[in-house]
């Protein structure tokens, strides 16, 4: 995992340099840039009004009473859109434009926890048993009674 990360912080800076270079040379280098800015102007502004409406969303989920894990994975994935939003590149900004629309956003949610509760439910349990695990567990008081020689609290 951490070289599919090293991977990853060292092949995405190439291929935006890549891509600019592409769309440099097709509209020119300045619109290009400016392109780029405009991209990001304009996607930190709709992660602004999206993440207001998920806040709604999640403050009336808890005034009901519910769960607002959906609400809060919409919140996870729009953080993450406008942090690639504000990289510079074509790259990023495209996946941060898929990761602002909705069907898409709950879509990965819903693989997202998926996954986790197979992974969690797959490695339930410990490790190794000990001589004391997987017998029933029953929970009790005890106190000694020196006027009772089995020590046994009878409770009534």
């Known amino acids: ?72 994975l919409h919140g996870f994935f729009l953080l993450v859109a406008g942090l690639f939003f504000l990289l510079p590149g074509f790259i990023t900004d495209t996946v941060a434009l898929l990761l602002a629309i909705e069907p898409i956003r709950s879509l990965l949610g819903k693989v997202i926890v998926k996954n986790i509760r197979t992974t969690f439910y797959q490695n339930k349990g410990p490790k190794s048993k000990g001589p004391y695990d997987g017998g029933i567990t029953i929970d009790g008081e005890y106190t000694e009674d020196p006027n009772n020689p089995k020590n046994i609290d009878h409770k009534e």
Not at 8 to 22: N, T, W
């Open 1 to 72: 995992m951490p070289l599919l990360i090293l991977i990853i912080l060292l092949a995405v800076p190439y291929l935006e340099f890549l891509v600019f270079l592409e769309v440099g040379n097709a509209i020119g280098g300045f619109q290009a840039l400016l392109l780029t800015l405009l991209t990001a102007f304009i996607g930190i502004y709709l992660i602004r009004k999206q993440g207001l409406v998920v806040m709604n969303r999640m403050h009336q989920t808890l005034q009901q009473g519910e769960s607002p894990v959906e609400d809060i």
